[in-house]
C-alpha cells in the first residue's frame, strides 16, 4: 500500500500475526497497530524486568543522502547534525521558522553522505515535506522510505542476551545512541541501541519481507528469558515513567523547544543558518529572563488517574496542565507529566494539585524521570 493511501489504516507487515497473538488492535496515525495482547500491565512489567518486542513500523523513515546532505540537514534541523560520527545517532528537531516544534526526530548517520532521519507516525507526511522543501539550494535528496523498512524494537534488560544468541554483531561496543549494520537470524539489519521505554534495548529495521522471520527468531530466543509481545498501550506507560515526552502531549507546534525545556537541543554554535534560528534565539532569551511553564511530575496522593489536558490547581488557582497522565505500574500510583507555572515547579512544592471533573486530587510534584534504570 502506498504511503499515501489514507482512505484505510495501513497494515504493517507483522499484522497477520499481530492478529493471530490475539492483539486488540486501534487505529494509531493511520495506522492498524497493536495496543495491547493481554494485560498492558504485564506487558509493561515484563521490559522493565525481562523483555518485551514491539513493533514499531509504522515510524517514518526519511533518506537523505547526497553531497550536501548534511548542511541540508543543518539547514532544516535545529541540531548540529553535520557533528555527528558515522555510526552514531542523535536526537534533534524540526522545528517551523516561528520556533514552533513541527516533530522531534532521531537521526542517524549511515555513512559519509547518507543519513537515516526517523520521525513519529503522526507526522511523517509533514516532516517529508518540509525537507523536501528544505532542500531547495542543496546538491541532496530527500526520499520517503516509508514503504522500505519494518521496524522491531526488543527492550529491557535481557534483550542484549537475547539478540546476541542472534547475531554475531559487536553488541558490547554498540553504545546508546548508535547504530551498524549487522545480520539478525540470517536477516540483515540495521541494528540500532535506541528505545522509547527508559530500558536497554534495540531497534531493528529490515525490510518488511523480512519482519514476519525476524519476530519470530526473536520471539523463540526470548522464551526462555520471560520475552512477550508488546503493545502500543504498555509502550505509553513506560515512556512516561521514563519521563520522555511524546509529540502532540509534551511536544507540539504552539512550543518551542525551550518552552519544553529541550532548549538543549538547538546548536546555535553550528554553521550556516537554521530553519527558526532567530525566533528560536529570542525564545531562548526570554526563557532566560521569564521562565517558561516548566514540565515536570506529578505523583498522586490517591487512586485517581489525571489525563492529558486537566488542570493543575494551587490554592485555588489554575498553576499549568497536565500533559500525560495513567496508573503507573513500577510506582504503583497514578503519574503524570504537566507543564506548571516555575514558582510551583521545584520538586517537593506542596499544595498542588490536579482538577479531575471538579475535584482536586492531591498530588506531589517531583523531578523527571519517575524511574530510572540501574545502569
Known sequence: ????????????????????????????????????????????????????LFDLSHMGEITVTGPDAARLLNHALVGNIASVGVGRARYTMIC??????????I???????????????????????????????????????RDAYALIAVQGPESPGILKSLTDADLDGLKYYAGLPGTVAGVPALIARTGYTGEDGFELFVKPEHAVALWQ?????????????????????????????????????????????LGRVVKFEKEGDFVGREALAAAAARAEQNPPRVLVGLVAEGRRVPRAGYPVVAGGEVIG???????????????????????????GTTGVGVDIRGSHEPYEVVALPFYKRQK
Do not use: K
Not at 496515525?29 to 506487558?43: C, H, I, K, T, V
Open 1 to 52: 500500500m502506498s504511503s499515501t493511501d489514507s482512505a484505510a489504516p495501513r497494515r504493517t507487515a507483522l499484522d497477520a500475526l499481530h492478529r493471530s497473538l490475539g492483539a486488540t488492535m486501534t487505529d494509531f496515525a493511520g495506522w492498524d497497530m497493536p495496543l495491547r495482547y493481554g494485560s498492558e500491565r504485564d506487558e509493561h512489567v515484563a521490559v522493565r524486568t525481562r523483555a518485551g
Open 96 to 105: 517551523r521558522a516561528d520556533g514552533g516544534i513541527l516533530d522531534d526526530l
Open 107 to 145: 537521526v542517524y548517520r549511515l555513512a559519509g553522505t547518507e543519513y537515516l532521519v526517523v520521525a513519529n507516525a503522526s507526522n511523517a507526511q509533514v516532516v517529508l515535506d518540509a525537507l523536501r522543501e528544505r532542500a531547495a539550494g542543496f546538491d541532496a535528496e530527500v526520499r520517503d522510505d
Open 217 to 261: 527468531a526473536l520471539t523463540g530466543a526470548g522464551e526462555p528469558v520471560g520475552l512477550v509481545p508488546c503493545g502500543l498501550s504498555c509502550r505509553d506507560t513506560l515512556r512516561l515513567e521514563a519521563g520522555m515526552p511524546l509529540y502532540g502531549h509534551e511536544l507540539s507546534t504552539s512550543l518551542t523547544p525551550f518552552d519544553a525545556g
Open 321 to 347: 496542565e497536565v500533559t500525560s497522565g495513567a496508573p503507573s505500574p513500577t510506582l504503583g500510583r497514578p503519574i503524570a507529566m504537566a507543564y506548571v507555572d516555575a514558582a510551583h515547579a521545584a520538586p
